[in-house]
């Protein structure tokens, strides 16, 4: 089966920058659409970055210009940089995999903006 993990997460400050990364294994990556959704306690999730097969990406207008989405099919690993790190961006972010109906998520890794 599919399996995704993240890490990169932790304790930054406002104005800081962190990497997330996000590494899938039991799938045939390249075909694979790629997201990063966030999640904080009593919200729904809702997404943030995408990056299709083909390299397309789409941001929420919440992190337009301070976030980016890439990816390196040989690693089968889609990152997320994360600049000028506001204390509304602290959530849990989780990475999503999506071809045709087959859908996967990750367990999630905490980001948390804070001084």
């Known amino acids: 089966q599919v399996q995704l993990v993240e890490s990169g997460g932790g304790l930054v400050q406002p104005g800081g920058s962190l990497r997330l990364s996000c590494v899938a294994s039991?799938?045939?990556?390249?075909?694979?659409?790629m997201g990063w959704f966030r999640q904080t306690p009593g919200k729904q999730r809702e997404l943030v970055a995408t990056?299709?097969?083909?390299?397309?990406?789409d941001y929420a207008d919440s992190v337009k210009g301070r976030f980016t989405v890439s990816r390196v099919n040989a690693k089968s690993t889609v990152y997320l940089q994360m600049d000028s790190l506001k204390p509304e961006d602290t959530a849990v972010y989780y990475c999503k995999r999506w071809y045709g109906p087959s859908v996967s998520w990750g367990q999630g890794t905490q980001v948390t903006v804070s001084s």
């Open positions: 990056i299709t097969s083909g390299g397309s990406t």
């Open positions: 039991g799938s045939f990556f390249y075909l694979d659409n």
